[in-house]
């Protein structure tokens, strides 16, 4: 039956006449209320439209149905939606979903990314209309590249949609997209309308923002107002030793270790369904999904558990992913966080986690993947690890944090908290980028219409025009030779500059490391770091199995393996935790001031709660902020990470040696008194942000840093926390306070 009800039927009955007849084909009973909403915004208006939804809330039809029923009886040369994505996967995945229908409607629609078939961008350049799913990196080679061919093509867009618009709004590839947008308007009399759609934003007028930088308020926003799905939760918990990150990577059957018995209840409880389970690092996916198929084996059923993660071949990737989407023999994806967008992987039975959640944004995006069907819940299972205590623990692990945090992630989970974007330090490394791209487009260019270009409007404006002669100046040394001027004043590319923009690897603002290729019978499995030690003879887990290194071809950086049956996880590349909102810190600390335990709770975790509360009241946490652990002082600020790094650097000026954790900073071989006493002189006289600072000596931590003048890195990493550098005087003061905060809500 077609969509009923007098809204749905309005929104309905403007769509075109294929796409109203496609729905019927569907067998929809009807529009959801996100869709509907989006009909009216994109077909009654001319603002850019921000689509804010559920995952599986039916978000590219909100945005596609309409983008078509508009576009359809297009005649102008050009492509006409630009849709923009930040993974491959995903851009697959949509292809799959808008290729009938767009047949049906007699519109092309056009894979664009590196692994996508060549035949069909070679018709789209012949003949430029329609639809074209790409990645930001693929538009940057194509202006690059093929500038000619990007004018002709991408000259009259009427959209552009962006994909997940939450993961462009922290990080370089959310810098480098904005910048793209504002070159392919450059190209066009009539800048496209931008479509952006995504399942978590805390503050729509932030992504509202990026969406339209020089307009937000013009922008319209369609939020679903559909009730979230029941939520059935556990949360359960184990002691760990403090080693247990290393033994994480062996199968300790004479001792076992946390992830032991996690592997244990997981192998009970998610045989015979589909599910996710995220485990964080690589090491430890490969680690939980090894011991689960070690468990099938000893129970001689089919392996149902399989690992996801990027350092995986896009085939493994792939085929795990269309095993989960069909649905005929279950199947759990233990993953890291390459399952969190929004893959059609079809219907999850449950989502699982190990490790207390750092960020409400992430954990609402992995929950969104269960719960899909009408009356179906929501199951989350949570698995948190706590340090063994004995005489020389450190106080921190009394307080069990771990699963304090998770409780406090939970509290506002339920209460829809999401943060908002966090600090992103890769602005210059972004405009050191952008500056040799363009450059490299046009020939050549004057300073000003580079500026003009990159760094006018947008999350790049944070450059003023100083700043940006001294990038160029910086770009131009003779260290760096990436730019020479011409007598004219043209700025063109130096010789480093030309090497870099001649590589195929300059497209991504993003690093990637040097790594083995790993390969058995010819198919590639995938790649690990350049830093693990390897040779003949050396097994190792991967993939889910383990392998005996079989040859090395340390020319071709490739590793022939062949199956065994011992092995180690293979140590990967470090990746920085996410970020600690001041929020989450707080409320971890309202959690330890209450006195409920949640039903959710198994046993050992309302046990490791009760201990933590009890820690809190005996360590005199109601009354004082400073905690002696041996030499040093722990300062319990129940501030965010960037708060307390910025609080750990004033230290660090007035001379003393700190360390951050999640809800504070440790000032080290420092007493109490002594760490008080540089507090109240940080009260009296307040750096200020740029003389903080000059004591931070980590600032290359984006891809071009290292050719980015000290000096401008210096002065970008204080301008992003200038709000926070504002404040330390203030959080010195609530330290050195008990009164002010003794009681919550003062």
Known sequence: MPPSGSEATSGFDRLHETI????????WEELRDVQDKAIAAILGGRNDVLIAAATAAGKTEAAFLPILTKVAARTEPGVSVLYVSPLKALINDQFRRLDDLCERMEVDVVRW????????????????????????????AMLLRRPGDARRMLGALDFIVIDELHAFLSGPRGLHLATLLRRLDALSAQPARRIGLSATIGDLSVAAGWLNPSSPSTVSIVESSADSPELRLQVRAYA?????????????????????????????????????????????????????????????????????????????????????????????AVATTTLELGIDIGSIKSVAQVGAP?????????????????????????????????????????????????????????????????VVDAVATVALHQTLSVIAQDGGQRADRLFQTICSAGPLSVLGKGDYIELLRGMASADNRLLEQAPDGTIMLGETGERLTAGRDFYAVFSTDEEWRIVSGGRTLGAIPISNPVAVGVVIAFAGQRWRIASVDDRSKVLEVERHRSGKIPKFDNVMSEPVHDRLSAEMRAVLEGDDIPAYLDATAADFLRQGREAYLELGLRQTRFLP???????????????????????????????????????????????????????????????????????????????????????????????????ISAVATELLNPRSWAVLGD
């Open 629 to 727: 652990a041996g030499k040093d002082t722990h300062v319990l600020t129940w501030r965010g990470t960037e708060a307390n790094a910025v609080l750990a650097f004033t230290l660090v000026s007035a001379g003393l040696e700190c360390a951050v954790h999640d809800v504070g900073v440790t000032v080290l071989e420092t007493r109490p008194e002594e760490t008080e006493a540089v507090l109240r002189q940080v009260v009296e006289r307040p750096p200020d942000i740029q003389s903080i600072s000059e004591f931070v000596e980590n600032l290359e931590t984006a891809r071009f840093d290292g050719m980015v003048p000290k000096p401008l890195l210096r002065r970008l990493w204080a301008k992003a926390r200038a709000n926070i550098g504002k404040e």
């Open 358 to 422: 750092r960020s409400i944004a992430s954990l609402r995006q992995r929950l969104g993947r269960s719960g899909r069907r009408r009356g179906v819940p929501a199951i989350l299972r949570m698995y948190v690890r706590e340090r063994n205590l004995g005489q020389d623990s450190d106080p921190l692990d009394h307080l069990r944090l771990e699963t304090v945090r998770t409780v406090a992630a939970v509290r506002l989970l339920v209460a829809k908290f999401v943060e908002p974007p966090s």
């Open 20 to 27: 109203r007849r496609w729905i019927w084909e569907q067998k």
């Open 240 to 332: 760990d030793g403090d080693d247990a990150e290393e033994i994480d990577g062996l199968e300790a059957e004479e001792k076992p270790v946390a992830l032991d018995f996690i592997a244990d209840h997981m192998f009970a409880t998610l045989r015979g369904a589909n599910n996710l389970v995220f485990a964080g690092s690589r090491r430890r996916v490969e680690a939980l999904a090894d011991r689960l198929r070690t468990r099938s084996e000893k129970g001689a059923v089919p392996n149902e558990f399989f690992p996801h993660h990027g350092s995986l071949s896009k085939q493994l990737r792939e085929e795990l992913e269309d095993r989960l989407k069909k649905g005929d023999l279950p199947t759990s």
């Open 113 to 140: 990314h590196g692994d996508a078939p060549q035949a069909a961008k070679q018709r789209t350049r012949r003949d430029p209309r329609g639809v074209v799913l790409i990645t930001p990196e693929s538009i940057e």
